[in-house]
């Protein structure tokens, strides 16, 4: 039987570790093409480039693993991969990360992991992004790339609902402590931005943007509670933002 | 009566015409402060600037109208704005444009206008982004404006749904051919890249993205229908990305 061919791509670079774990997770599930940013892009949501050139550059990083870093964004890696260097061959299986820091909640929006993954949901291709709840660049992902791996076996053999992205988060822990795997919806959740204000050496101030997650939401089916309570998180996106009741709701309201 | 604060932000940065156009149409409205990007940010999505710094500077683009122009994305103007030049006083309306160029359909995902105004939403702010559907720098705004004046009444009057941001797009044409406003869902379209391959001086390869817009949605009730039948249209926007419907499914076909 032919091997599926999984394109893998992530936000935090293709030098990351946890684009590294992901790959040797995976290696043996199928044809691996690897196609990541060649800096980290952290924070890029769905951005694409537009208005500036591309690059793409064969790397070297996963040895005999074809693998490409490029100039752009997670969302540009997958346009790039399908368009120019998979030439439109069917892409059976997109996995993005894994991505160092939690991507919970609304954290879902400004993700470049994410970004990618529902770049390759819009173009039909079953897409898992995942995440360790963990911003330490050496991160310890051992206790997640089991579940990693069984998930990528599920959506490889059961398919997935069309033009679906799996948000899949990982708890920080040993594996002992994880008690299993949660279907979940998006916690309702917005950060409080604080900004540290410097004063440069040219007298010049600047900011760094810091905040911390508020979390109102009081439901035990979203993916904020499940990592609370040691499971492993996943949400399944979809990329409608249409809000059908806001629809009825102005209908009934307004007058045009 | 106290003026509702109303800021102001768009993609295109601080100097570009839809935002003038912008805020002459709503100045008499409000109490009108400008935060808006440095620079063209178009594509950025909902990408906001983390591992990076951020600058604010006082612009006079507006003259008599507090304006100030930042390094960062449209995401990143807002939550400025909020936290850092408005000290957290209550926005009443967070307005965000005139975008040159469509964000209907699945443009959305891609367009820093409406990143700007899903931020706004997300901190209960009532937002609405809007949109030209001409890419010409100097596009011809005059036969929208007088509907953006409408839209921007109504919601100060009527408010918003919770946590909603409008995505108003506005036909190219003259005042007389338009219809109407539709109050409409995202229509299913994909792009269909295409990269244009060029050579640099030096002999590396780069590209160029294009492509065009796939739109097999069938529907007469969505934002693409209503601009080609010369309405505005407006898609109420949430930002909770849950397939409600895929949860269930994989529930019921997952063995975990």
Redesign the interface.
């Known amino acids: 039987m032919k091997k599926p061919l999984i394109l893998i791509t992530n936000d935090d670079g293709i030098t990351s570790k946890g684009i590294c774990e992901l790959v040797s997770a995976v290696k043996d599930l199928g044809e691996i093409v690897v196609v990541a940013p060649d800096r ?1 892009q ?10 500036d ?4 550059k064969k790397n070297k990083t996963f040895r005999d693993i074809e693998a490409y870093e490029c100039s752009g ?1 997670p ?2 890696c997958v ?2 991969a ?3 260097i998979l030439k439109n061959r069917r892409v059976n299986l997109l996995l993005s990360g894994v991505n160092h820091g939690s991507n919970t909640s ?1 954290n ?3 993700s470049g992991t994410m ?1 990618a993954a ?1 770049e390759g949901a ?2 039909g291709t079953p897409a898992i992004g995942f995440s360790l709840c963990d911003y330490d660049p050496k991160g310890n992902f051992s206790h997640g790339i089991p579940f990693v791996a ?1 998930i990528v076996k ?1 959506v490889l053999s ?1 398919g ?2 069309k033009n ?1 992205a799996l ?1 899949v988060n990982i708890p920080a822990m040993s594996d002992e402590q994880i008690k ?2 949660k ?4 916690a ?1 959740t ?1 950060w409080q ?3 540290d ?2 004063v440069d050496p040219y007298g ?6 810091v905040g911390n997650l508020i979390n109102n939401d009081q439901g035990q089916d979203h993916d904020e509670w499940a990592i609370k309570n040691n499971y492993i998180s ?14 009825t ?3 009934a ?4």
Chains 1, 2 share one sequence.
């Open positions: 980290p952290s924070g890029m949501g769905h951005a694409i480039t537009v208005g050139t591309l690059k793409i964004t969302a540009d346009k790039l399908k368009h120019q609304i879902v929006l400004y970004g529902i819009i173009e069984k599920e059961k997935l609902p679906i948000n299993g795997i279907i979940c919806r998006q309702d917005r931005e604080d900004f204000l410097r010049r101030d600047y900011y760094w943007m996943i949400v399944p996106c979809h990329f409608d933002l249409t809000s059908y009741q806001a629809i709701e102005i209908n309201d307004w007058n045009f």
